[in-house]
């Protein structure tokens, strides 16, 4: 069973920077692709990024160029770099073995002034 912990949302201002973390159970990292999915109250969750077992990064168009994927295998940790954050942001974040239905807890992010 894998097990995933997603920590690091909060609230915040636009503009300003979070960093979500994931912890995976171990070796899931290096055999995986994971992803982290956000959803809003009322609609389905939607891809924000991916990262291979290779470590080859991908993001959705919505936030390119603000968030940033990557890992570190030797801590069974995915990060989601989230920068120029907007109010549209707002969502509770997943972490998730891309693919399989092993998915974190969710960490709320809310963007308010």
């Known amino acids: 069973q894998v097990q995933l912990v997603d920590s690091g949302g909060g609230l915040v201002q636009p503009g300003a920077s979070l960093t979500l973390s994931c912890v995976a159970s171990g070796g899931v990292l290096s055999f995986y692709t994971m992803a982290w999915y956000r959803q809003v109250p009322g609609k389905p969750r939607d891809m924000v990024a991916t990262i291979t077992s290779g470590g080859t990064p991908n993001v959705a168009d919505s936030v390119k160029g603000r968030f940033t994927i990557s890992k570190d295998n030797a801590r069974n940790t995915v990060y989601l770099q989230m920068n120029s954050l907007k109010p549209e942001d707002t969502a509770v974040y997943y972490c998730?073995?891309?693919?399989?239905?092993?998915w974190g807890q969710g960490t709320q992010v809310t963007v308010s002034s």
């Open positions: 998730n073995v891309f693919g399989y239905t092993w």
